[in-house]
């Protein structure tokens, strides 16, 4: 293989992980001492990672239309677009595991080579996650009311926040 | 907390002392939790970030654990101070450079911190000198079941601990070592060891992440699967392969030794020669020669110095905390000449033969 910036061959194969997105180098020894040392500074111009992986993954048996309207698809909890993900390979909530999950799942796949969870299990589910998530929504959308100055919406909802916050909540 | 009390220490991952402490200089294993009731930190907006902070703070007060656990506002931090705690490995860089409402509660003898606001909503770390995974991973499991206590972590029955980055998701562990392999950089067999950790799914990087891979010979290898396999496993993944390491590591000093003896004696002897007389000199030239000492020092060439003095050193000369030892702001240059006074009155105390004159 050869070196992402030069025509010699690539000795080193490195896998970032800390921005969030595993991101894969192949670099001459120059090169990745190079990257290496002064990457702290200015982020690489390489970034696609994680956008690239999902790139690859969804060009395999999809049309450009099916694309653009997955890249649409929007969370109903956080409204984060499947586009956004894709840019900023953070999620938006912990309901895009559920609403994406179609499209996470060859993704996690392709990370860890596995779909389940077989580690440590949460106390608190599934009161924990599930219902709670909705506090997610009717936040967003109180938000989303006031910034309107639709204050009737506004404060029915944030009934609907309290009557949830409230009986889990405990000092 | 008073920082300025810690800046005379050299924190808990240069202590230079648990097993295999001449080569494993810190073992260090870190959560990744979110509150189920909040936006990821991408989506969340400021009065998100500021409850966040405020549930998390309370609760991570509130547990037994934390008898001795002080908590930092790291917005309202100066630049300075942000740096000193990523140089202590307190913070992540990310943690320090983002913006917003944000935290970290540490623990007076810095082995825990959990960091509010990083790229998840928290992020636990737990770091122990030498290698010493298994009881890391043992308290920061406590921490993190105390908590779930108290709090609602995000999590899905088949998915685990959801976290921003479908790269944690899971259990949300990250077990990592940290190693000094002066002798496998020159022998060249590094980017060989690179190679085969990748292939098991471990991940290499440098001392302060991923930026600084050659700073010091310093390594560190960490898991990079968090989802299909126990904690206990990933623990396991980590910890067995550090054998294997502390053996290449052991049998290229060995080598070297054996085969040029002279020119190893050689580059120890100059790396100590430069860090007892220069009169300005880089962060990185620094780190560069007191690994060669560490080295010596470790394999006998060098017989006046100990690990706990160099390890200090190492972290001493880092820039925000040569700026607080000396108790003013010094730009670059200033830096330098500074590190080199410093680094000249720590080396030449023993010997007495330039002792203190600046």
């Given at each position: 293989?050869?070196?992402?910036?030069?025509?010699?061959?690539?000795?080193?194969?490195?896998?970032?992980?800390?921005?969030?997105?595993?991101?894969?180098?192949?670099?001459?020894?120059?090169?990745?001492?190079?990257?290496?040392t002064t990457?702290s500074d200015e982020?690489?111009?390489?970034?696609?990672?994680?956008?690239?992986?999902?790139?690859?993954?969804?060009?395999?048996?999809?049309?450009?239309?099916?694309?653009?309207?997955?890249?649409?698809?929007?969370?109903?909890?956080?409204?984060?677009?499947?586009?956004?993900?894709?840019?900023?390979?953070?999620?938006?909530?912990?309901?895009?595991?559920?609403?994406?999950?179609?499209?996470?799942?060859?993704?996690?796949?392709?990370?860890?080579?596995?779909?389940?969870?077989?580690?440590?299990?949460?106390?608190?589910?599934?009161?924990?996650?599930?219902?709670?998530?909705?506090?997610?929504?009717?936040?967003?959308?109180?938000?989303?009311?006031?910034?309107?100055?639709?204050?009737?919406?506004?404060?029915?909802?944030?009934?609907?926040?309290?009557?949830?916050?409230?009986?889990?909540?405990?000092? | 907390?008073?920082l300025n009390?810690?800046v005379?220490?050299?924190?808990?991952?240069?202590?230079?002392?648990?097993?295999?402490?001449?080569?494993?200089?810190?073992?260090?294993?870190?959560?990744?939790?979110?509150?189920?009731?909040?936006?990821?930190?991408?989506?969340?907006?400021?009065?998100?970030?500021?409850?966040?902070?405020?549930?998390?703070?309370?609760?991570?007060?509130?547990?037994?654990?934390?008898?001795?656990?002080?908590?930092?506002?790291?917005?309202?931090l100066k630049g300075i101070d942000r740096q000193f705690l990523v140089e202590?490995?307190?913070?992540?860089r990310?943690?320090a450079e983002?913006?917003?409402?944000?935290?970290?509660?540490?623990?007076?003898?810095?082995?825990?911190?959990?960091?509010?606001?990083?790229?998840?909503?928290?992020?636990?770390?737990?770091?122990?000198?030498?290698?010493?995974?298994?009881?890391?991973?043992?308290?920061?499991?406590?921490?993190?079941?105390?908590?779930?206590?108290?709090?609602?972590?995000?999590?899905?029955?088949?998915?685990?601990?959801?976290?921003?980055?479908?790269?944690?998701?899971?259990?949300?562990?990250?077990?990592?070592?940290?190693?000094?392999?002066?002798?496998?950089?020159?022998?060249?067999?590094?980017?060989?060891?690179?190679?085969?950790?990748?292939?098991?799914?471990?991940?290499?990087?440098?001392?302060y992440?991923?930026g600084s891979?050659?700073m010091?010979?310093?390594?560190?290898?960490?898991?990079?699967?968090?989802?299909?396999?126990?904690?206990?496993?990933?623990?396991?993944?980590?910890?067995?392969?550090?054998?294997?390491?502390?053996?290449?590591?052991?049998?290229?000093?060995?080598?070297?030794?054996?085969?040029?003896?002279?020119?190893?004696?050689?580059?120890?002897?100059?790396?100590?020669?430069?860090?007892?007389?220069a009169q300005t000199i880089s962060s990185e030239e620094t780190m560069?020669?007191?690994?060669?000492?560490?080295?010596?020092?470790?394999?006998?060439?060098?017989?006046?110095?100990?690990?706990?003095?160099?390890?200090?050193l190492?972290i001493h000369t880092q820039p925000a905390h040569l700026q607080k030892l000396r108790g003013i702001e010094l730009d670059t240059a200033d830096r330098n000449i500074e590190r080199a006074r410093y680094l000249r009155r720590?080396?030449?105390?023993?010997?007495?033969?330039?002792?203190?004159?600046n």
């Amino acid at each position: 293989m050869k070196c992402q910036k030069c025509n010699k061959t690539a000795t080193f194969h490195i896998t970032e992980l800390t921005k969030g997105k595993p991101e894969e180098l192949h670099l001459c020894e120059d090169h990745a001492r190079q990257y290496l040392t002064t990457q702290s500074d200015e982020e690489p111009a390489v970034t696609p990672s994680l956008a690239g992986v999902l790139a690859h993954q969804l060009a395999v048996g999809q049309t450009a239309e099916e694309l653009a309207r997955l890249d649409q698809r929007s969370c109903p909890v956080c409204g984060i677009t499947f586009y956004e993900f894709r840019n900023q390979g953070r999620l938006g909530c912990p309901y895009d595991y559920v609403c994406f999950m179609a499209e996470l799942e060859p993704l996690i796949v392709n990370i860890h080579g596995e779909t389940d969870h077989v580690g440590k299990i949460s106390a608190r589910y599934p009161e924990g996650t599930e219902h709670r998530t909705q506090l997610v929504r009717l936040r967003r959308e109180m938000k989303e009311a006031i910034d309107e100055e639709d204050y009737e919406l506004a404060s029915k909802l944030r009934d609907e926040i309290r009557k949830i916050e409230e009986p889990p909540k405990k000092k | 907390m008073d920082l300025n009390q810690l800046v005379t220490t050299s924190g808990e991952w240069l202590r230079g002392s648990g097993p295999e402490s001449d080569i494993v200089i810190s073992s260090r294993v870190r959560l990744a939790r979110n509150l189920a009731e909040f936006p990821f930190i991408g989506r969340a907006g400021q009065q998100d970030r500021t409850e966040i902070e405020s549930i998390l703070r309370d609760s991570i007060m509130q547990i037994q654990e934390s008898g001795d656990l002080e908590y930092v506002n790291v917005n309202e931090l100066k630049g300075i101070d942000r740096q000193f705690l990523v140089e202590r490995q307190l913070i992540s860089r990310e943690h320090a450079e983002s913006e917003g409402a944000r935290g970290v509660a540490i623990a007076r003898n810095e082995q825990i911190s959990l960091m509010i606001n990083e790229e998840d909503h928290l992020r636990i770390q737990v770091m122990h000198s030498g290698l010493d995974l298994i009881s890391a991973w043992e308290q920061i499991d406590r921490i993190d079941s105390l908590l779930s206590d108290i709090v609602n972590f995000a999590y899905h029955p088949k998915f685990g601990f959801l976290t921003a980055c479908p790269t944690n998701v899971g259990t949300g562990v990250r077990v990592s070592v940290m190693l000094h392999l002066p002798a496998l950089v020159i022998t060249r067999q590094i980017d060989k060891v690179f190679r085969s950790l990748q292939k098991i799914s471990l991940a290499v990087r440098g001392l302060y992440g991923e930026g600084s891979q050659a700073m010091g010979d310093f390594y560190q290898i960490s898991n990079q699967i968090t989802l299909g396999k126990t904690e206990i496993d990933l623990v396991k993944q980590v910890g067995d392969i550090v054998p294997v390491l502390i053996d290449y590591e052991r049998r290229a000093r060995d080598f070297l030794v054996r085969e040029s003896h002279e020119n190893l004696h050689d580059k120890v002897a100059r790396a100590y020669g430069i860090l007892r007389t220069a009169q300005t000199i880089s962060s990185e030239e620094t780190m560069h020669l007191l690994s060669s000492v560490r080295m010596g020092v470790n394999l006998g060439l060098i017989d006046d110095l100990q690990i706990p003095l160099l390890n200090e050193l190492f972290i001493h000369t880092q820039p925000a905390h040569l700026q607080k030892l000396r108790g003013i702001e010094l730009d670059t240059a200033d830096r330098n000449i500074e590190r080199a006074r410093y680094l000249r009155r720590h080396l030449n105390k023993n010997n007495g033969d330039e002792s203190g004159k600046n």
